[in-house]
């Protein structure tokens, strides 16, 4: 063998003007690959590395507020920084409430255009509309923030918070007295800014369902909306939980447009119109002034809660979406 | 309901028509109500930012509060710097890791790696930022524009990773077995075939990503901090439009304010404009697929 | 996988191979001006099976393909020979889960040796597919020189004779020659799939195979291909698989053919003749069969 590949690698074709040394087909590989495949190995290592160091970092960060404060963080609401005192339960009550409402109105609102957009909507509206709803996530959050402040805000305070304050304040959480910030503006902000997630996610997961679905359905005679309730939102459930659930996500993590929006005091809200703070506006706010070390690490801890809770409901989320799509994101080729 | 919906009588059917149709004006309605905040908040920017929009803007950096004048100019030049170190920082890692999906990733450790990715993509900004103020402000003392930076990178990464995979996948095989045909090794095939021919995808990729990190001020609060100064040096606080946005925005100055409606339209438009840019694009994604 | 020196003795027992076979391996010697009367095995296909996963492909598949001579692959679709092909220059083994038995020798080389690389078998053994599929990022000269850019050839003067050598080989210069720098996806069909070929033989390998080149052109296209191949069959061993049977009568000098059997629902080789013989005279009643339009 290695005789033949030598009296191989010996022949030269002559070809036009030049030639090209006939190669043989055995000796030394190319190291190429090695390295080609190392780099490439070493660039999706450090996305891994940091992830294990966003949540190492936090950790050890806020290491003493987690001593100092145990368990009660999770529901005490007393935060008092002079003296030392940390509960970051008004955070996480503010946060929950401007979460869910913002999910609850999102996700209606989005699953129908998602609907609208795959089944009924020809492509020459179907298309800007996409654009609009993608133009809309495009827009950064402290912009909403402005706007938000700026604009909802002294219209909330002069004639839809009034408004909803005289018809519905029979129910004590209406009855409060309207502001430019304040748990409701925040959440119109939520739910506009987690619109296009829950939309664009919902869209593709709808689609993704097979038309075998559809016509078997249409076959036996229904209409399109039953069709709708028949066969595409069960076949695509899961996955538009797991669209609304990404839209949490959001939610959840969202900063600025909140911090300059939901009013910024501790203390947990009785009304809609009251001030608030979420975890990640808390962070915001307070972080660049803090009083102590203490006061440092007990905002490390908020963003520590934070961090585990988006990596649950993401986690969730992703595997939901998943289940559906499955098919499409993972096998392409080869 | 299988049943009824086979065997339906007519005034039935007539009703379900009916149903049918009320539905589907709730759908339209709720794209109507979809599109109205767009354009409420596209009127507001305009008819607030326009005012203030002027040379001085670009030319000036921030006055003194309460001064009134002054311009924009620190944070335009900084979001430029932390943006562009960002995209240098995070491409290679972000473009790296995508060929490793797709080329590496038909496995269990991909399909982890896979979903890593895509979890990162979905953690708060502002715990990023809390994360590198640990990693690289803290023990240097002093807020940099290169730790704001990082933390912009970090928010880069899985956005274009997961774009970068996607359009290697696009690309036909055929294009990889001829390639392979003329006795290319892999990482060759890769690195002169594949990643040429789905680099326009891979630029609307960078494209969505960079709309993205322009926009992000809570990544940079912690770490680049702001500066109503001009820096350029990398080791020091640097100022960017979001930041300055909210800081003006949050100060008492009805000058300020107007400055921050300007610079909001200035961002809007810089990251409408890089959206479109990406549609003009995704259109030349057409050639990608043959 | 053994590699031998000598395969043809332990070969002529094996009734399958009824090609006739004279003086046979001669290594060292130009391709050039070798005459037909003195054949050359080029490539020695020995004991070849295919597998895609746990499914097989291709059974035991032997047969010698000569130098500077057109050899056909034939049979109904799902029959391997394409995989056959394939596995002459370990394309086969891109796909997951794929892998081949036997030998196959390349000049008497084992080109699934133990030390043996697969991108060098390549180089050597270059291959022409379905549908043209000319890089899309690159212009014409680009495309006709790309094997040379991987394989890191030739000063820039160089490439560019070799460019225009490799276009008129395959007929195309004329065509192309003011418009080396446009893209080589503006091309025609028929055009693509001859730029594929220029780009093929610009290596200079010895070995070209064309997986039904032709099945994606027009008439007049496949016409100036099948002329091409009797004038590159003067410098390069031809291996052509093809479902067009006149097209296989027309080009090829040799013949085999391959159905999908029963037993094993995977390829054999029924018969491997000269191509003449093949047609008028087939030896296996299933050849006959197919030939005569009665099946496939």
């Given at each position: 063998?290695s ?15 030049t ?9 030394g ?33 806020s ?22 005192i ?11 409430i ?10 209606a ?39 938000g ?25 209406f009855?409060g ?17 987690i ?21 078997g ?12 309730t ?39 809200p ?42 649950v ?22 | ?31 109507l ?99 590198i ?19 912009l ?7 274009l ?49 960079l709309?993205?990190?322009a ?26 439009l ?49 | ?9 332990t070969?002529?027992q ?20 070798a ?182 052109l ?21 291996i ?57």
């Open positions: 063998m005789d033949a590949a030598r009296k191989d690698a010996s022949l030269a074709v002559e070809t036009g003007r030639s090209i040394p006939r190669v043989s087909l055995t000796g590989r190319s190291v190429g690959n090695m390295v080609f495949a190392g780099l490439v190995g070493v660039a999706a290592v450090v996305v891994i590395l940091l992830i294990i160091g966003l949540f190492w970092e936090l950790g050890d960060r290491l003493p507020a987690i001593r100092a404060n145990g368990w009660g963080f999770l529901w005490n609401t007393t935060w008092d920084p002079p003296k030392r940390f509960g970051a339960g008004t955070f996480i009550v503010g946060t929950l401007t979460s869910v409402v913002a999910l609850v109105a999102a996700s609102v989005g699953v129908l255009v998602a609907l609208f957009l795959v089944e009924i909507a020809p492509a020459w509206v179907a298309r800007p509309l996409s654009v609009i709803v993608e133009l809309l996530a495009a827009i950064p959050s402290v912009v909403y923030g402005l706007w402040v700026y604009v909802l805000g002294g219209f909330i305070r002069d004639f839809l918070g009034p408004w909803i304050a005289q018809t519905l304040g029979f129910i004590p959480i009855n007295d309207p502001r430019i910030t304040g748990i409701f503006s925040a959440c119109i902000v939520l739910s506009i800014m619109l296009p997630t829950i939309m664009a996610v919902s869209r593709d997961v709808i689609a993704a369902v097979p038309g075998s679905q559809r016509e359905v249409l076959a036996l005679g229904a209409t399109r909306w039953e069709m709708i028949m066969s595409v939102l069960p076949y695509a459930r899961s996955g538009v939980l797991g669209a609304a659930i990404l839209g949490l996500a959001r939610a959840v993590g969202e900063t600025l447009a909140i911090t300059l929006v939901i009013g910024n005091r501790v203390g947990i009785h009304t809609i119109f009251d001030p608030a703070y979420t975890m990640a506006s808390v962070i915001a706010n307070q972080f660049t002034e803090v009083e102590n070390e203490a006061h440092r690490a007990a905002l490390v801890e908020v963003a520590l809660l934070l961090l585990v809770i988006t990596f409901i993401n986690v969730i989320a992703r595997l939901l979406v998943w289940r559906v799509t499955n098919g499409q994101n993972v096998t392409v080729q080869e | 309901m299988n049943r009824d919906a086979f065997v339906a009588t007519q005034p039935r059917y007539a009703r379900r028509k009916f149903f049918d149709r009320v539905m589907t004006g709730v759908m339209g309605a709720a794209a109500v979809t599109v109205v905040p767009l354009l409420l908040i596209l009127f507001y920017l305009v008819r607030n930012g326009v005012g203030a929009i002027n040379l001085d803007l670009f030319l000036l950096d921030p006055s003194a509060p309460g001064r009134g004048g002054g311009g924009a100019r620190s944070a335009l030049v900084g979001s430029l710097i932390m943006v562009g170190t960002a995209t240098v920082i995070g491409t290679p890692i972000a473009i790296g890791c995508g060929i490793f999906l797709a080329e590496f990733g038909r496995n269990r450790a991909g399909t982890v790696l896979r979903f890593l990715v895509d979890v990162l993509a979905g953690i708060p900004s502002i715990t990023v930022g809390l994360f103020y640990g990693l690289m402000v803290l023990p240097v003392r002093k807020f940099t524009a290169l730790a704001g930076a990082a933390a990178a970090i928010i880069l990464i899985p956005i990773a997961r774009i970068t995979e996607e359009m290697l996948l696009l690309v036909p095989r055929s294009l990889r077995e001829a390639a392979y045909a003329l006795g290319a090794p892999r990482w060759m095939t890769v690195l002169r075939i594949v990643l040429p021919t789905a680099l326009p995808g891979i630029m609307t990729g960078l494209m969505l990503a709309s993205r990190i926009g992000e001020a809570a990544p940079l609060m912690f770490t680049a901090l702001g500066n109503q100064f001009l820096n350029t040096d990398l080791l020091h606080a640097m100022d960017a979001p930041l300055r946005i909210f800081y003006f925005a949050t100060g008492p100055y009805e000058s300020w304010h107007q400055q921050a409606w300007a610079m909001s339209l200035v961002l809007v438009a810089f990251i409408l404009f890089l959206s479109l840019g990406v549609r003009a694009l995704v259109g030349s994604k057409v050639t990608i697929r043959q | 996988m053994t590699s031998q020196q000598a395969p043809v003795e070969q002529t094996d009734d399958r191979m009824t090609a006739p076979r004279r003086e046979m391996f001669q290594v060292g010697e130009s391709t050039d001006g005459s037909r009367d003195e054949r050359r095995v080029s490539v020695a296909i020995d004991h070849v099976s295919a597998w895609y996963g746990a499914k097989r492909a291709v059974t035991d598949v032997s047969l010698e393909a000569y130098a500077n001579s057109v050899t056909a692959l034939i049979g109904p679709s799902g029959c391997g020979k394409s995989t056959l092909l394939r596995c002459i220059n370990r394309m086969h083994e891109i796909n997951v889960g794929a892998r081949a038995e036997g030998s196959i020798r390349l000049e008497g080389a084992d080109v699934y040796g133990a030390d043996v690389d697969a991108t060098r078998v390549r180089q050597r053994i270059g291959m022409v597919f379905q549908k043209p599929n000319p890089f899309p990022t690159m212009s014409i000269a680009e495309n006709v020189a790309a094997g040379l850019r991987f394989m890191n050839i030739g000063s820039k003067s160089e490439t560019q004779d070799r460019v225009e050598y490799a276009l008129k080989a395959s007929a195309l210069w004329d065509e192309v020659k003011n418009d080396l720098n446009k893209p080589g996806m503006a091309l025609s069909g028929g055009q693509q799939q001859r730029l594929c070929i220029a780009r093929t033989i610009a290596v200079e390998p010895e070995v070209v195979l064309m997986d039904e080149p032709c099945s994606a027009d008439p007049v296209a496949t016409l100036k291909i099948e002329d091409l191949m009797s004038e590159l069959a003067k410098r390069y061993t031809i052509i698989v093809t479902h067009n049977l006149q097209q296989a009568a027309r080009v090829a000098d040799y013949t085999g053919f391959m159905l999908m059997e029963e037993s094993d629902g995977a390829g054999h080789l029924i018969e491997y003749s000269p191509t003449s013989d093949l047609f008028t005279q087939p030896k296996d009643k299933r050849t006959e069969d197919f030939i005569t339009g009665r099946f496939g």
